[in-house]
């Protein structure tokens, strides 16, 4: 009855232990059983001494340890073991464990003194630390037995091993490379194909069968797989499984038809029917030599980076699929083009005045040529900036922009926009203590660019810290350069994107030197006005660490103040010019939404863009409350791996959200997305999980690197057996309407 019990109970566990492991364990080198649990047995008088030598690393189960007998006549009695180190498993519960060299004795009996030899069978089980569990593994051992002495009780013990169930056979487990025999073959020059002879009473997943190439000059493409038989397993559901032999062909996507070797790696994993249990994921590593090619597949037949079984591919993979096609002039013009797009996001807005101001405050002696100059001054250590700290990121997985992201440094350089406004306005000619006065004016003139070094400092700290927004482009170089290891073409691809994101900057910057007013009043309201637009971009910084009805009352002193200064209060003449007029009208406009910044910070609303948004505005004075998606937070790989279990037994897709205060695409995410009721209704049956990585700590990190996301914004999504469906993974900003047809494609 115990070993009925056994037979049903172990396969289960094992199948649970077996299966469930992450994959990348596999690509670490295993020892063979035999050498990670060695064993050995002696007979001493009436008992057997056993022995385990446990290699370090691993470990062997207490309560997996089975000794019988398989000679008629010969039975054994309960082994006697050394208590284990007690061991909180995933999977068993509380267990005792073993390690390095354990001995114990097991009881001896045989019914004829003529029995001079035995068989043992030695059953036992265990794991390595990395998280891979070993099948169960049996020895046979012949051991010769001592003459009985006359008189022994050596008979008297009887079959105790055999009333305990522990005698018996169980089904021969297969080595691995018997139960799928696999090889793989080049058929021409874009073409592997995979095969695998499955044994009899065994089975492979097909979801499970992955390859991967990390050759720069060659990528996998759409890998095909027959369709397998339906099966509905006990813990991965309905999945599709084959049977007998299977094949795969492998396109490769090569950027050079000249022959060359690669290497190519094969995981896959699969199960034994009759016992249930299932095989550690197996990886073969293969080398091949391929022919010259005569054509080369498109760059667009590739697969997407580190998956291989998404049904679409996302905008930053087919970016990052683009950078292998060995077209280095065709990456640096698209990349300029995406660049050129990116410069109108809200991201490089800020850099406008910046760059402006700095020319303004040339005033008189600016020419057009100096302004170019100066303006591509700027650009350039702009994009050598962005460059850099996306090879850093692409490469090592840190993002260096992140770091900048703390109140210290926006709060200094949000008071060098400050101290550069007063300097504008022109409050340095006050009359101040000469040392006090000399001081800011040395100050103001070094920031403000009166050198190309200057200028080359504030186009360095604007990329750093001014415009730490992620796009689909820069993702998509990131991915390549993460993948590839080629900092070299993901580098020219990012100082491509970063010209493109800076052209306009230099052809505003020029304009200016060229049409700006050389002296007289003109050229002191021009600089008042960018004085306005400096404190705009600090107070715009501002809004990463201060909260929202702080950045709102700021908003609101900036408009109403700058209102009275355009003299929007007093009467125009009768003999007013059109600009009086006009700046009449504009400091109205502002003044009124000034009036407005306040009110909405008295009724406690969260937005400064809509700041009346969510007032009761038909009676009763009270606002209303706008409804926001209500996301569990989480922090650690731990925290994500727990709920993603949670939700893989309710059966439910995941969405997970990555989050800073720093991101301002995550702020529209927050603002205009998550609101929409539309969006609401979509996301009813989705566990919402949200990383906020503000802090950027090691935690933080390390779950973005886990889920290999460089940076917010990023969203994620699972399906119902926990599994990332990495194609529809969102970088970047996105509208409410872009969203949800976007959530209609992975719910279908």
């Not at 007998?69 to 509380?94: A, I, W, Y």
């Not at 209500?630 to 997970?656: H, P």
């Not at 301002?664 to 999980?689: G, H, M, N, S, W």
Request: glycine share 8%.
């Amino acid at each position: 009855m115990i070993m009925i019990m056994l037979k049903r109970c172990i396969p289960s566990l094992l199948i649970l232990l077996l299966s469930w492991h992450p994959l990348v364990h596999a690509e670490e080198e295993l020892l063979e059983p035999d050498k990670a649990f060695a064993f050995s047995a002696t007979v001493e008088g009436d008992a057997i001494r056993v022995e385990w030598n446990v290699a370090d690393g691993y470990y062997l189960y207490r309560n997996k340890v089975r000794l019988s007998s398989d000679t008629p006549g010969v039975s054994l009695g309960e082994p006697k073991l050394p208590k284990g180190k007690v061991k909180n498993d995933e999977f068993f519960g509380k267990m005792e464990i073993y390690r390095h060299r354990i001995s114990g004795t097991v009881p001896l009996s045989r019914k004829d003194s003529s029995i001079d030899s035995f068989q043992l069978i030695a059953k036992y089980q265990g794991c390595a630390d990395i998280g891979v569990c070993y099948p169960p593994i049996t020895k046979r051992l012949t051991l010769k037995l001592p003459a009985v002495k006359s008189g022994s009780a050596v008979s008297e013990l009887g079959n105790l091993g055999d009333s305990l169930g522990l005698g018996g056979n169980d089904d021969d487990i297969l080595d691995p490379d018997e139960a799928f025999r696999f090889s793989m073959t080049v058929e021409d020059a874009n073409t592997l194909v995979a095969r695998w002879q499955i044994a009899p009473d065994h089975y492979m997943y097909r979801d499970k069968i992955k390859f991967r190439l990390t050759d720069p000059n060659v990528k996998l493409g759409q890998i095909t797989l027959p369709p397998g038989e339906k099966k509905r397993d006990e813990f991965f559901g309905d999945i599709e499984v084959y049977h007998n032999q299977v094949e795969a062909r492998i396109p490769l996507v090569r950027s050079s038809k000249e022959a060359s070797r690669i290497t190519l790696s094969a995981t896959y994993q699969g199960c034994a029917e009759k016992t249930g249990i299932c095989y550690p994921p197996i990886q073969k590593k293969l080398s091949f030599d391929l022919p010259a090619a005569t054509t080369l597949l498109p760059a667009s037949a590739a697969a997407p980076p580190a998956s291989g079984e998404s049904e679409i591919v996302s905008e930053q993979d087919r970016i990052a699929a683009s950078l292998a096609s060995g077209n280095t002039l065709l990456t640096i013009l698209t990349f300029f083009g995406f660049g050129l797009l990116l410069a109108f996001t809200p991201c490089v807005f800020p850099m406008i005045p910046i760059l402006s101001s700095i020319i303004v405050g040339q005033g008189k002696t600016i020419t057009t040529r100096r302004a170019f100059f100066m303006s591509l001054t700027y650009v350039l250590a702009m994009a050598l900036t962005y460059t850099v700290a996306g090879v850093v990121a692409g490469v090592i997985g840190e993002n260096m922009q992140a770091a900048f992201q703390n109140p210290w440094v926006l709060g200094s350089f949000a008071a060098v926009f400050v101290l550069l406004s007063l300097s504008m306005f022109g409050f340095y000619d006050l009359q101040m203590p000469a040392a006090l006065q000399s001081k800011l004016t040395n100050v103001s003139n070094r920031q403000k660019g009166g050198s190309l070094t200057g200028v080359a400092v504030m186009g360095f700290l604007s990329a750093l810290i001014v415009g730490p927004c992620v796009a689909a482009p820069l993702a998509g170089a990131l991915i390549y350069i993460s993948q590839t290891g080629d900092a070299v073409l993901g580098g020219i691809a990012l100082f491509a994107l970063s010209l493109g994101m800076g052209t306009p900057l230099i052809a505003i910057g020029t304009s200016a030197g060229k049409l700006l007013p050389k002296a007289g009043g003109w050229m002191d309201a021009i600089k008042a006005v960018f004085g306005v637009a400096l404190l705009a971009v600090a107070i715009w910084m501002l809004e990463r660490i201060l909260p929202v009805a702080v950045i709102m009352l700021m908003w609101a002193v900036l408009l109403i103040v700058s209102a009275i200064y355009m003299k929007a209060l007093e009467p125009l003449p009768a003999d007013g010019s059109g600009w009086r007029k006009l700046w009449k009208g504009l400091g109205l406009v502002m003044l009124i939404f000034g009036v407005l910044q306040l009110i909405g910070v008295a009724a406690g609303s969260k937005d400064y863009m809509q700041p009346l948004k969510g007032l009761n505005l038909g009676g009763g004075g009270q606002t209303v409350s706008q409804q926001h998606l209500k996301f569990k937070r989480i922090k650690t790989i731990a925290d994500l791996q727990r709920e993603l279990d949670a939700a893989r037994s309710q059966g439910k897709y995941v969405m997970l959200d990555f989050y800073a205060d720093w991101c301002i695409y995550c702020k529209d995410f927050e603002k205009y997305v998550f609101t929409d009721p539309r969006v609401q209704q979509t996301l009813a049956d989705v566990v919402l999980l949200q990383a906020d990585v503000t802090a950027n700590d090691e935690e933080d990190k390390a779950l973005l690197k886990h889920v290999k996301v460089t940076a917010p914004p990023a969203i994620l999504f699972f399906d119902k057996n926990g599994k990332e469906m990495y194609g529809y993974r969102l970088v970047g900003a996105m509208t409410a309407d872009q969203f949800l047809s976007h959530l209609r494609k992975v719910l279908k």
